[in-house]
């Protein structure tokens, strides 16, 4: 089974604005990752927090955990066109080498 | 530049065949990963390995099998290629913490 749900499915925001997608997952883990696939290409990882921290900013990113409640939000401010893409989360558990991805958030940004 | 390579980006075969897909990563990683996506499933791990020779079954092994002989190189194997098995499949590395996976670019595979 998955380890993580993004939400929404789908968002549809307009250049400029602010994309939050959400991460839930069901086990304990050692860190979260968060990717961004083009159509029809690999994943790139865009940034990695690991289950001691609360919060990470990478450039236009923002990252945050909650273990307590086992969800974490990806944050892009001041969307572009080129972040239309698909999203997703991986979980590490930490013990088993195993990476799980969800099914991920299509991001649409209109100019 | 590191690089995670997929041995095609299409592929057509049909239903009865033995099919392998190649992946081989240039960055000394021990973990290798193959996924299956599917519109609306998101990614789903196949198998993964952690090291040569070992291999262990991710969320939907039944019909595959792979193969790692070096530690450069992870093939999926399907035994007999069948029309539900059309899909995206992607193969992964990352270091033994699992701190950053690399992507080839896929494989849409085709089954007819």
């Known amino acids: 089974s998955q380890q993580g749900e993004e939400d929404p499915q789908a968002l549809s925001i307009q250049e400029g604005e602010n994309a939050t997608m959400n991460c839930s997952y069901k086990?304990?883990?050692?860190?979260l990752q968060w990717y961004r696939q083009n159509s029809g290409r690999g994943l790139v990882h865009l940034i990695l927090i690991r289950s001691n921290e609360r919060e990470k900013h990478s450039g236009r990113l923002r990252v945050t955990l909650d273990t307590s409640k086992k969800s974490s939000s990806l944050l892009i401010t001041a969307s572009r066109a080129a972040d239309t893409a698909s999203y997703f989360c991986?979980?590490?558990?930490?013990?088993?080498?195993?990476?799980?991805f969800g099914k991920g958030t299509l991001l649409t940004v209109n100019p | 530049d590191v690089k995670v390579t997929q041995s095609s980006r299409y592929l057509v075969k049909r239903t009865g065949e033995k099919v392998f897909l190649e992946c081989v990563q240039d960055m000394d990683h021990e973990n290798m990963f193959w996924y299956r996506q599917d519109p609306g499933l998101g990614l789903r791990l196949i198998y993964f390995?952690?090291?040569?020779?070992?291999?262990e079954k991710g969320d939907i092994p039944e019909g595959y099998s792979v193969s790692r002989e070096k530690k450069e190189r992870f093939s999926l194997i399907l035994e007999s290629a069948s029309t539900n098995q059309t899909s995206m499949y992607l193969c992964?590395?990352?270091?033994?913490?699992?701190?950053?996976?690399?992507f080839g670019q896929g494989t849409r595979l085709t089954v007819v």
């Open positions: 992964a590395s990352t270091r033994p913490a699992n701190t950053e996976a690399f």
């Open positions: 086990t304990s883990i050692n860190n």
């Open positions: 991986a979980t590490d558990p930490g013990s088993n080498y195993k990476l799980t």
């Open positions: 390995s952690y090291d040569v020779k070992m291999k």
